[in-house]
């Protein structure tokens, strides 16, 4: 039996049958002309347990992601487990537009709440080797992921905090950027089975219809922003009104702009 036909045979019981090629390449280290060669060569008896192995997981909806153990994040190679959200390509975008909007600020203190994997802490301190960094997170687990990452990525300008949202914070900063847990718990019924069953909760969900983690920046960015300071945040499609609304409250003369990703939702709030 040849790979491909190998293939093809599982991927008829996937949900994601894309996932289990991917899963392959990855973990075997292949680069895309190597694994087309391979295709219509016969499997060997390792492989032939591997694929069933990677195939079962998947079945099971285990994120792809979790299987390979990394994921590429602006240019970076994370590690991702169970610790920690897998990083999407909308925050990508929400770099992005930190980056193209502040590339005047040579010295500048930024904070990053709820930093996970390190995805953006970590994309901006690689594009910005003179920025001092902190990424906190309520999570010694996903912190323990992320301060990993940094050393494999060699990136030593972050520095790593515990902390209910601004708990265990001193000082200001000139940007402040989260995105934080914001899906509410009566949605739960409508989430995918991969992220729902392994992704962990603390990164998804937030109490008041998902808003909670928002209304706590917003109660006290006040006194963690420099008189310029800036906050950029990453929201749930449906939520820019409620959230620019929450911070224009707290900020009556600061600009709030809700922004769409590349899918034309709105995606990210920049508070300046
Ligand atoms: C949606 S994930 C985002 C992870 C990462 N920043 C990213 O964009 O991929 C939210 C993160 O916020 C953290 N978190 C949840 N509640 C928190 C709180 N009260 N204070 C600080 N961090 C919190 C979670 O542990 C999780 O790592």
């Keep these: 039996m040849t790979y491909l036909q190998l293939f093809q045979t599982y991927e008829k019981e996937l949900a994601r049958p ?42 099971q909806d285990e994120p792809a992601q979790y299987i390979v153990g990394n994921t590429e994040f602006y240019g970076l190679t994370l590690t991702v487990d169970g610790r920690a959200l897998i990083p999407r390509p909308e925050t990508e975008e929400l770099v992005s537009l ?19 994997t390190g995805a953006i802490a970590l994309s ?21 992921l992320a301060s990993h990452n940094a050393n494999e990525n060699a990136i030593s300008t972050v520095s790593f905090v515990q902390s209910d949202v601004f708990r265990n914070l001193s000082g200001c900063y000139d940007i402040i950027v989260s995105n934080p847990p914001y899906i509410a718990e009566v949605e739960k019924a409508d989430m ?36 310029t300071g800036k906050l950029y945040l990453e ?38």
């Design 235 to 272: 929201i749930g499609y449906l939520q820019g009104k409620t959230v620019s609304q929450l911070f224009q409250e707290q900020f009556p003369r600061k600009r709030i702009r809700v922004l769409k990703d590349l899918s034309g939702k709105d995606r990210m709030i920049a508070i300046d």
């Design 192 to 227: 995918a089975d991969n992220v729902l069953k392994y992704e962990p909760h603390l990164a998804l969900f937030a109490e008041n219809d998902g808003l909670a983690i928002y209304e706590q920046i917003a109660a006290q960015a006040g006194q963690f922003l420099t008189a």
């Design 18 to 59: 894309e996932e289990l090629r991917y899963v392959f390449r990855y973990a075997k280290k292949l680069n895309y002309t190597a694994f087309i060669m391979l295709l219509n060569t016969d499997v060997s008896e390792a492989d032939m347990a591997f694929i069933a192995t990677i195939s079962k997981r998947l079945m």
């Design 98 to 116: 930190i980056l193209s909007e502040n590339r005047a600020l040579s010295q500048a203190r930024i904070l990053d709440i709820g930093t996970g």
């Design 124 to 144: 901006l301190a690689k594009q910005n080797p003179t920025w001092d960094i902190t990424a906190a997170d309520i999570s010694s687990d996903a912190l323990a």
